[in-house]
């Protein structure tokens, strides 16, 4: 019970962090540049975003639950299980974000997910 | 900068950071094991922090996580997602041309299966334009003027 329990943990707190950080990173601005004045106003603007610090934080909680996950459980059943993260983005971006998800690009997202399944249990 | 070096740069770093720190942490792993059983715990913190491939994988890992960032403000995140799993492909790669570990047929056909996940994203637009997003700069502040 508890094993499920921190891999949605895992999954949740990571999908909820990516599109969390997405998002921040969409409202700082693109990083067209790499000359370090611009680099220290994005970091500026970045540590001041709560989108952006608080999706660091979900990738944070996934993190440490996918350590404390793995100290019992084994990796074959915790990798293919985080797998989902892919499916879960996908849908979190589609409906939080609003970016264009097209048959294309979703047939791509579960092949990524079955091949990474395959690959923690091969 | 251009996303396809941006988005070959992250997946290189990716790979090759976590190459480097499992390759450090099974090195020091023999040291870390005598410090627990004699419960040594402070005894464990300098020989990770000075194993050169731990802080090379944690150098990679960190500067694939600022390209990550990057990424997320140029384009769409269920395309860079799904794009840079790639890591896996050279991950893979890695771990039995230069490690010279075995790799089973199954994992060869996960290889085989994300690779073409990649390439149906890869296809694709990267980011998806908005109404707002689509007018010139000019006419945007004219509406916020309105």
Wanted: hydrophobic content about 55%; glycine content about 8%; aromatic content about 8%.
């Amino acid at each position: 019970m508890m094993t499920w329990l921190l891999i949605g943990m895992v999954v949740c707190a990571g999908s909820v962090g990516d599109i969390l950080v997405s998002r921040g990173m969409k409202q700082i601005g693109e990083v067209h540049s790499f000359n370090f004045w611009f680099l220290l106003q994005t970091a500026r603007k970045g540590l001041t975003n709560l989108s952006l610090l608080g999706g660091i934080g979900g990738m944070a909680v996934a993190f440490f639950s996918l350590l404390t996950v793995l100290t019992w459980a084994p990796v074959s059943l915790v990798e293919p299980a985080t797998a989902l993260c892919y499916v879960f983005n996908t849908f979190g971006a589609r409906l939080y974000l609003n970016e264009k998800v097209d048959r294309m690009r979703w047939a791509g997202t579960l092949l990524v997910c079955v091949g990474a399944v395959l690959l923690s249990v091969g | 900068m251009k996303l396809l070096p941006l988005l070959l740069l992250a997946i290189l770093t990716n790979s090759i950071g976590n190459a480097l720190l499992s390759h450090g942490m099974k090195t020091v792993s023999p040291v870390l094991e005598a410090c627990l059983a004699t419960g040594n715990y402070p005894g464990m913190v300098l020989p990770v922090l000075t194993n050169p491939s731990f802080l090379g994988g944690l150098t990679c890992l960190v500067t694939f996580f600022l390209l990550f960032l990057t990424l997320l403000s140029k384009a769409d995140l269920s395309y860079v997602l799904p794009v840079t799993s790639f890591n896996y492909v050279i991950t893979v790669a890695i771990a039995a041309f230069m490690l010279k570990e075995q790799v089973s047929p199954v994992r060869w056909l996960a290889v085989l299966i994300i690779s073409m996940g990649v390439l149906l994203v890869a296809r694709g637009e990267s980011r998806t334009v908005t109404d707002t997003e689509d007018l010139p700069v000019s006419v945007e502040l004219a509406e916020e003027q309105i």
